[in-house]
């Protein structure tokens, strides 16, 4: 009887050896690397924001017209004192769009517009919609000599190479032919800023 409990207790033994030696080699990991790594890079090229003064946020407004035809009228505040009162010259715009000092890229402007009508249809052709835009702001810049048609189907290239930091002045001015109807007519102008060197849409 002795004898039988020493060779139970012996043989327990023995299985629990055996599952110590299982356990341990089903834990072994064999091969040459057990981790690796790697490396991961991105490339920012160009990036821009843009920002629109005050004013020209708060509209373009060409007034009441009382006379017809009217050539090249004056947006509101195509001339004006309140940004420069020292001088008191009237002559600059308080229009503008500015490239923030977030960007790392000079920007290129581009403006489109929609037709410019009366809630009932009337419209005043957009190509009498015409803009004018100078990285200066004075007397002469930004200035008729150089204004530009508005277009509905297309964005009109503007000034380029406007640096982080600048502004792009801007002037308006709308031709009103003598048989245009009476009403009130409104559109909606986009400036769109593109990095330098690529074209407008």
Known sequence: METDRVLIILSAAILISAAGVFTTWSNNITGAFTSASTTSSAVIEKYFSINVSGNLSSGIDFGTIASLPAV?????????????PAENDGN???????????SNTPVDFCITGTAF??????????????FSDSPWNNVTYPGPVDELAMNTAA???????????SSDYFRFWLDVPATTSSGTYNNTVTFLGRPTGVACP
Request: aromatic letters at 10%.
């Open 117 to 130: 009508n009366t809630s009932g249809g009337e419209e005043i052709g957009i190509g009498n919609y015409t």
């Open 92 to 102: 600059e715009t308080l229009y503008w769009v500015t490239v923030e000092t977030d």
């Open 72 to 84: 090249n009228q004056n947006a509101s505040l195509n001339l004006n004192d309140t940004q420069y």
């Open 155 to 165: 964005y009109v290239a503007g000034e380029t190479g406007i640096g982080v930091g």
